[in-house]
């Protein structure tokens, strides 16, 4: 079945440097979303990308989705301390519905 | 912004008894929720999807008559997990879909602890 990994599983970084985090998936998605967990809450939408190739900024936050359709990237820059957290990719179980598949996630904790 | 409500958010209960879920869209019309299920450090999986009006359908894996859903408005979806065994212990997170926005959004999740 369908499946999305994410890497890294979790990171330490400095506060200041800059986060890259990838997903992959074993099938071709056309439409790739960039969620953000706090602890004990539910997710909440960062970026969401809609055309392979797609670049798209909020904010410190950017994401991409690869070209390929089966890969999208996550960067964060000048990381500060609330960037902690669980940052999930998802993408439509089928294509054109609402019903997502999660990634595996990335955990990030920033150190001050 | 449209806000998705769950109540409670966190609940204790014995064995064998069942507990009820509520997820609200606070300002918009859902004709469409999701329940997903998430174990500690791991990922969110759906577990149904919530028709207003209609039954709900069903993840592979998931049982329907452990998991009852009833969408019997189009701001309230429940989740009840009958016989709850502590192996249901997992935080429970609905999403709601707002057609106009063409947005889904997530409620901030209600943790379950079955002893």
């Known amino acids: 079945g369908q499946q999305l990994n994410q890497s890294p599983q979790s990171m330490f970084i400095q506060e200041g440097e800059d986060v890259s985090m990838n997903c992959t998936s074993s099938?071709?998605?056309?439409?790739w979303l960039w969620y953000k967990q706090d602890p004990g809450e539910g997710p909440v939408l960062l970026i969401a990308?809609?055309?392979?190739?797609e670049l798209t900024s909020n904010g410190r936050l950017t994401a991409q989705f690869g070209i390929t359709r089966k890969d999208s990237f996550l960067n964060i820059s000048a990381s500060i301390p609330s960037d902690v957290g669980i940052y999930f990719c998802?993408?439509?179980?089928?294509?054109?519905?609402?019903?997502?598949?999660f990634g595996t996630g990335t955990r990030l904790k920033v150190l001050a | 912004g449209a806000v998705v409500s769950q109540h409670p958010s966190w609940v204790i209960c014995k064995s064998g008894t069942s507990v009820k879920i509520e997820c609200r869209s606070l300002?918009?019309?859902?004709?469409?929720m999701f329940w997903y299920r998430q174990f500690p450090k791991q990922s969110l999986m759906l577990m149904a999807t919530?028709?207003?009006?209609?039954?709900?359908?069903?993840e592979q894996g998931v049982e329907k008559d452990k998991f009852l859903i009833n969408h019997a408005s189009l701001t309230l979806s429940t989740l009840t997990v009958t016989s709850a065994h502590p192996e249901d212990s997992s935080f429970y997170i609905c999403?709601?879909?707002?057609?106009?926005?063409?947005?889904?959004?997530f409620g901030p999740g209600t943790r379950l602890l079955v002893l």
């Open positions: 999403s709601a879909i707002d057609r106009n926005q063409e947005t889904q959004y």
């Open positions: 998802a993408g439509p179980k089928l294509s054109g519905t609402y019903k997502y598949i």
């Open positions: 099938s071709i998605f056309n439409t």
């Open positions: 990308l809609y055309k392979a190739g």
């Open positions: 300002d918009f019309q859902a004709t469409t």
């Open positions: 919530s028709n207003e009006g209609s039954k709900a359908t069903y």
